[in-house]
């Protein structure tokens, strides 16, 4: 970068000279660690491309057509009043005629609008910014709950263990941050008295405004602090909010903690330091990351399935990174998803061996599922990190053969482990409610809640294009009438302007691709769902029909006592993406009408809710907006947090103890 400048004015004559001004990009460029200052005076050198300002806003706005849930953002009922309230139409107004000192500084703000929203389905993601580094600092956080019952936040028991796998590379910088007196690993465990001279829980509530994804004010809350997965790479740690961040936004942190078997206090900061993901495109100055990162690349936008060779193309690596569950081999044609997109990927930080279950594996797992048995020989855990990865047939084989096994060897009560599990196959989640609980009026035809999708006019014109111009001969398009079934699982015929009624059963029998038993593999009453809240989407969808049509219990690990918490939070029905939406306008021919979006000028993702999950209890509303509350908040103590053999035992005492 060459700016010229003034340097000497004789007589009127004024001289100017040409010197270099380093490239901020370049400092970064090829380097694993790097400070959030460094990366951020990158970020924000970029001043704001009009033209792309306003594709970014109208490729949104247009894209909301067929989102389901906006009006209920808008005006949520209770008890989210006092947490979604977002007009997304009236503040994209205000985007669209804002200055803005740099394009990350509109990312910021673009983004933030759309968490408002509280929903995982329907954000904001441009890969120019999100999340080519991670921030991270060296001591996640937990809440943990002493004797009589106070509450309170520490450093994580197991954060030195943690952080010295994982970032071996970088500990010295961190423990050169800390007086000589305070090596890094004696802060486990300590209890956290202030961050930024406030009480801790002043952070967790700010945290909790910008984080998103979820309606519950506790789920959001939980978010702050460490957790745990199970998932294709096994085992894995989730940071959390505090020690875990996709953007640099913030340079330190200043701590008073009390460390353990310590009377007196100590104030330290650390520095956060931001880590490449190993998903950014390589660069080494302004240009190539620009050229590298943050323009469109296969998949970004949508295609014409009737010119385009896209039977067994996946979805893009763009999209499938901000999937929370692993890369999934989805097609157009088949395999409805409901899933979260979050700016932090799927974590690969790994639970410390301490911590990983060493209780007998049972056969039958796959990629995102593992069973086990308890040391009491009667209790079946099902460790379920996301229904997604594998194929759909891996999986719905792999659930009931792992059940099976259980059952074999002596299981007659089951604990279902969802934590931090972001959806994925619907039909999978459907079978596993089926499989559990056996063929009943609640699981046959469906095990699922009927849905509904946004008639918005632009939607018309595609069902109007499928059923008298037969741009669909494959049956690829999600709106087909011959891909749906009415409330009463009647099959639509294929000229049926279906886009009024609610759907019913999009799973049985032909969605499952292996055949359930005649009989439920455990009662209700002997079943448990636990999570950390952080179930969304097809879990949602698996959760409530257990817990409301069942009576399922369920359990929320650590929130906080005086919150109430919920056992799961997005819900949606189905969600899709802009690129999905795309493909469907340009294979109907539509791409040219004034209603449809243009095509996106950066690497970006737009995600949307495109049906919407009606409820059990009052079916005239979506269930999004209806009460979801555990029947257990279990708190953590030292002994519990993020040792998953030690909360099911816990569990198991508390709600399945005497059962058979």
Request: hydrophobic letters at 40%; aromatic letters at 8%.
């Amino acid at each position: 970068m060459i700016t010229t400048i003034v340097l000497f004015s004789i007589v009127g004559f004024v001289a100017l000279a040409s010197i270099a001004i380093p490239d901020p990009c370049a400092t970064i460029g090829g380097q694993k660690w790097v400070s959030p200052q460094d990366l951020r005076a990158c970020y924000t050198s970029f001043a704001v491309d009009p033209s792309i300002k306003e594709n970014i806003v109208d490729v949104i706005n247009k894209t909301l057509a067929f989102h389901t849930s906006v009006n209920y953002e808008i005006a949520a009922p209770e008890p989210f009043t006092e947490f979604v309230h977002e007009d997304l139409l009236k503040d994209l107004a205000r985007i669209s005629s804002q200055s803005y000192p740099s394009d990350y500084d509109l990312h910021l703000d673009v983004s933030r609008t759309l968490k408002r929203l509280n929903d995982g389905h329907c954000v904001w993601i441009n890969s120019c910014y999100v999340p080519l580094f991670l921030n991270f600092l060296p001591i996640p956080l937990v809440l943990l709950t002493d004797s009589d019952g106070t509450q309170s936040v520490h450093i994580a028991p197991e954060a030195f263990a943690v952080t010295s796998a994982e970032f071996l590379d970088e500990i010295d910088v961190w423990q050169e941050a800390l007086p000589p007196a305070i090596p890094l690993q004696t802060l486990d465990g300590a209890q956290v008295l202030s961050i930024e001279g406030q009480n801790p829980s002043v952070a967790v509530d700010a945290n909790a405004l910008i984080t998103g994804s979820f309606q519950p004010l506790g789920t959001r809350q939980n978010s702050f602090f460490s957790s745990y997965q199970f998932g294709a790479n096994g085992w894995t740690y989730i940071m959390g909010d505090f020690a875990q961040q996709s953007l640099p936004l913030n340079d330190s942190v200043t701590l008073v903690v009390q460390r353990v078997n310590e009377s007196t206090t100590d104030t330290i900061e650390l520095p956060y330091r931001a880590r490449i993901n190993p998903a950014t495109v390589s660069f080494t100055d302004s240009a190539s990351y620009r050229a590298n990162n943050c323009l469109p690349i296969l998949g970004t936008n949508g295609v014409d399935l009737n010119e385009t060779i896209v039977s067994a193309a996946p979805l893009s690596e763009t999209v499938m990174k901000f999937q929370q569950q692993p890369p999934i081999l989805k097609t157009f044609t088949k395999e409805r998803v409901n899933v979260m997109l979050n700016t932090i990927p799927l974590s690969d930080v790994a639970l410390p061996p301490s911590l990983v279950p060493n209780v007998p594996v049972v056969s039958g797992g796959f990629g995102s599922g593992q069973f086990y048995m308890l040391s009491d020989n009667k209790t079946g855990v099902f460790a379920l990190g996301s229904f997604g990865g594998d194929t759909i047939d891996a999986m719905m084989s792999g659930m009931l053969q792992g059940l099976i096994n259980l059952k074999s060897l002596g299981a007659t009560q089951l604990i279902v482990d969802v934590s931090n599990n972001g959806g994925g196959f619907i039909c999978a989640a459907e079978f596993l409610h089926r499989i559990i609980i056996g063929p009943k009026n609640t699981t046959v035809p469906q095990a699922g809640l009927d849905t509904e999708t946004r008639d918005g006019p632009l939607a018309r014109l595609i069902v109007q294009q499928i059923i008298q111009n037969d741009v669909d001969p494959s049956q690829a398009l999600l709106y087909n009438p011959l891909n749906w079934n009415n409330a009463s699982n009647v099959a639509f015929a294929a000229d049926n302007d279906w886009l009024l009624p609610l759907l019913g059963q999009e799973c049985q029998p032909n969605g499952f691709t292996t055949m359930p038993p005649d009989e439920g593999l455990f009662p209700a009453s002997n079943v448990v769902i636990v999570s950390n809240g952080r179930c969304a989407s097809s879990c949602s969808l698996f959760s409530i029909t257990m817990a409301k049509e069942e009576g399922v219990k369920t359990v929320v690990l650590g929130g906080r006592s005086d919150v109430q918490q919920a056992y799961c939070g997005t819900v949606g029905g189905q969600s899709t993406v802009f690129s999905e939406i795309d493909t469907e306008v340009k294979t109907a021919k539509l791409k040219n009408n004034s209603l449809a979006p243009p095509d996106m000028m950066v690497n970006g993702v737009q995600g949307i809710t495109w049906r919407l999950g009606f409820g059990i209890q009052d079916p005239t509303q979506p269930e999004e907006w209806q009460p979801h509350p555990a029947t257990l908040n279990l708190l953590l103590t030292p002994d519990l947090v993020n040792n998953p053999v030690a909360i099911w035992t816990n569990i198991t005492e508390q709600l399945l103890t005497g059962r058979s």
